[in-house]
């Protein structure tokens, strides 16, 4: 056989071809399952932080049983979609939360946000999932930036864009401003921009 044949270099090439497919699709499937036991760990794990539940342990268990034991998660209409709504009920403690999510510099930014019943007060913030850049935009995570968020006012009475003021302003001991992360001002300004459009969204839903 003539392995420098054009026949010959095509049929090689397609059984590389062949062999590294059904390798990679072997894998994909064999750990499909895995991968979405992650992600749901991943994603309760953040819906308990974000709650500031106690949770006992690390295992998936067991963040999975905080959110059955406190958390009530319901679907409402929102336009023609439907919006995940999450509310805490113990006394003393309670809460509601909402996904939001929007275009950061990079990619989209996933994340949950906690007010108080009366959607007058921000209580915590974290992040599902982003594309920011490391040590800079993707600082969004660290708790010195999420932390700005705890006790912080939402001025409804203002104009929908500036309810929360991520970075400068005329007035930077106001109650509905935090800073800006530094040499991030993109992402800042667009976590600003989609969290402020969300904060408007759900405060036109009929939550029960």
């Known amino acids: 056989m003539n392995k420098k044949s054009m026949g010959y270099v095509l049929g090689f090439t397609l059984l590389v071809c062949v062999f590294c497919g059904a390798g990679v699709a072997t894998v994909h499937f064999s750990t499909l399952g895995l991968l979405e036991k992650n992600e ?6 953040v819906i308990c932080r974000a709650f500031l539940l106690d949770v006992p342990g ?111 302003s005329p007035e930077p001991d106001a109650g509905n401003r935090v800073d800006a992360i530094t040499g991030a001002t993109q992402t800042s300004s667009a976590l600003m921009g989609f969290l402020n459009a969300e904060l408007e969204r759900v405060r036109n839903l009929e939550i029960e």
């Open 40 to 45: 749901a760990l991943h994603r309760n794990r």
């Open 58 to 168: 690390e295992s998936a268990e067991a963040y999975a049983e905080a959110i059955r034991n406190h958390i009530r998660i319901s679907r409402v209409r929102d336009g023609n979609s439907l919006r995940t709504v999450y509310r805490r009920t113990d006394a003393g403690q309670e809460a509601v939360g909402f996904d939001f999510g929007g275009m950061g510099f990079w990619d989209r930014i996933n994340g949950i946000v906690v007010l108080t019943p009366d959607l007058a007060q921000i209580l915590n913030i974290q992040f599902f999932d982003h594309k920011e850049t490391p040590g800079l935009g993707a600082r969004i995570e660290e708790q010195t930036f999420t932390d700005q968020f705890k006790g912080l006012q939402v001025a409804w009475e203002r104009d929908a864009g500036q309810r929360v003021v991520i970075g400068a």
